[in-house]
Nanobody, 128 residues
Framework: QVQLVESGGGLVQAGGSLRLSCAAS????????VAWFRQAPGKEREFVAV????????YYADSVKGRFTISRDGAKNTVALQMNSLKPEDTAVYYC?????????????????????WGQGTQVTVSS
């Protein structure tokens, strides 16, 4: 069993940066594709970014492309989401998810399907 724990959320002004981290216990994340999703109040969960098991493939939502970067740290068994140039519309609870079934990123990576484990989320609030 894998437990995912997100950290690094907080309150930041528009234009600022935050770095989220997804840490795993129980197993190494090196065998999983790992994604970040977010959910704002009153809105559906949406895809943010995904990274394949070896970091060789990454995909981003259009809304964050060029501002967010997903990366892996094998030594720390974590996956980070560097968020720059934050906007108020980035305010949401951010979740990481891991897929063992599709380590090279599954066909429905944006929908949330195919992920075996989810974290509890970390709040990101961007003030204007």
């Amino acid at each position: 069993q894998v437990q995912l724990v997100e950290s690094g959320g907080g309150l930041v002004q528009a234009g600022g940066s935050l770095r989220l981290s997804c840490a795993a216990s129980g197993r190494t994340l090196g065998s999983y594709a790992v994604a970040w999703f977010r959910q704002a109040p009153g809105k559906e969960r949406e895809f943010v970014a995904v990274c394949s098991w070896n970091g060789g493939r990454t995909y981003y939502a259009d809304s964050v492309k060029g501002r967010f970067t997903i990366s892996r740290d094998g030594a720390k068994n974590t996956v980070a989401l560097q968020m720059n140039s934050l906007k108020p519309e980035d305010t949401a609870v951010y979740y990481c998810a891991a897929s063992l079934r599709y380590p090279s990123i599954g066909p429905n990576y944006e929908t949330g399907k195919g992920y075996d484990y989810w974290g509890q989320g970390t709040q990101v609030t961007v003030s204007s």
